[in-house]
């Protein structure tokens, strides 16, 4: 919560400055000033989001959870929030780059980060509505990253490892790479390093639910799993 309210006041009081100067200054000065409004306001965006997700109150059980019957889609305004802070943070870059030429050192990875990111965020927004994560009778499903569903019978135990922002749903699965997807497509490629040998990493972050869903779920389906650390939400 801390580094989110940090980042959002940060960004929030370089946005302040510029509309300020912007109102205030000369018109010499307006292209890096609009460069640091649209760079700084994805920032903003993305840290207030966050931020704001951590203030949420508890809220109920996904629909269908405590039987052990739940799906997962991709939340549109996370991805819509996202989208257009990556490609504002964009713009940002390439208004800098425009000022001084030679700011293009850090525009140029920009554009390709943020750009590609920001769009597929928007993508993600406003037209993919398939089931991303299921839990259901056959067991679960990412798929971002697996190829088939993991049955509950190979399901050795769960955990929910945090790292950086994103808190993540593990599964203990003997020899898991077998699951996988192939490295061909892009998701597969970014989701590389959430299945290795012996486990498997489901990221809930801009997921229509939450842990507390799929945990529900997995306790319905399988009540004697073996659950590794502690769980807080």
């Known amino acids: 919560m801390f580094k989110n309210l940090?980042?959002?006041?940060?960004s929030g009081a370089f946005c302040a400055v510029?509309?300020?100067l912007l109102i205030a200054g000369g018109p010499s000065d307006r292209g890096m000033l609009i460069g640091v409004l649209a760079f700084f306001?994805?920032?903003?965006?993305?840290?207030a989001s966050l931020f704001a997700g951590d203030l949420t109150k508890k809220r109920g059980v996904k629909p269908g959870a405590e039987a052990g019957e739940v799906r997962f889609r991709f939340a549109p305004l996370f991805h819509l929030t996202f989208g257009a802070a990556s490609l504002g943070m964009t713009a940002g870059a390439v208004i800098f780059a425009l000022e001084s030429p030679w700011m293009w050192i850090v525009a140029a990875p920009a554009l390709i980060l943020f750009g590609a990111g920001g769009l597929l965020f928007l993508y993600r927004a406003l037209f993919d509505r398939r089931i991303v994560v299921a839990i259901t009778a056959d067991g679960i499903m990412d798929r971002r990253i697996l190829a088939r569903v993991v049955p509950w019978h190979?399901?050795?135990a769960v955990g929910f490892p945090e790292i950086g922002p994103v808190q993540y749903l593990m599964l203990a699965v003997a020899g898991a790479q077998s699951y996988a997807r192939p490295r061909g497509r892009f998701s597969s490629w970014l989701g590389r390093g959430q299945v290795t040998d012996g486990q498997i990493l489901i990221a809930f972050q801009g997921l229509d639910g939450a842990l507390t869903d799929a945990l529900a779920a997995i306790g319905a389906r399988k009540p004697d799993v073996v659950v590794l650390g502690d769980f807080t939400d």
């Open 154 to 156: 190979c399901i050795e």
């Open 41 to 47: 306001g994805g920032c903003f965006l993305v840290g």
């Open 18 to 20: 510029a509309i300020l």
């Open 6 to 10: 940090v980042l959002t006041t940060i």
